[in-house]
């Protein structure tokens, strides 16, 4: 519910969180939700995966 909320803010582009990339239950977790990864944050201790907005 939380997504789709955030979802209708039409300043937004996408939606980003990170993780710790050794974890594959948050993995799964948020891919379930369609994150997707894009790479390893700028400390390269993260995870990052962002859920593109459509309009």
């Known amino acids: 519910m939380a ?18 990339p050794q974890n594959p239950i948050a993995k799964d977790f948020y891919s379930s939700f369609g994150f997707e990864e894009v790479g390893l944050d700028e400390g390269e201790d993260g995870m990052l995966a962002v859920i593109k907005i459509s309009r």
């Open 3 to 20: 997504i789709e909320e955030i979802k209708t803010n039409p300043e937004l582009e996408q939606i980003e969180i990170c993780y710790n």
